[in-house]
């Protein structure tokens, strides 16, 4: 089983060593510029900023695909 922990509100896991937000899907608006992550409540934050390079913003960072999955 992977390690859970809850990070400025978001759930993350651990795994292959590092901790990742989990995105269930992206929202639309025209646009490709927001994502839904998961919160640690079990619920989804549907409006969290997503870049051109696949960034996420959590807590005022951008986080690469290195620490979240789809």
């Known amino acids: 089983m992977s390690a859970v922990r809850c990070f400025h509100g978001y759930e993350q ?35 969290v900023p997503i870049n051109s390079k696949d960034r996420i913003l959590i807590a005022g960072k951008w986080y690469g695909r290195r620490y979240w999955y789809h």
């Open 13 to 47: 896991v651990k795994l292959d060593g590092h901790w990742m937000f989990i995105i269930s899907g992206f929202e639309s608006y025209g646009r490709h510029d927001r994502c839904s992550v998961r919160k640690a409540d079990g619920t989804y934050d549907r409006d």
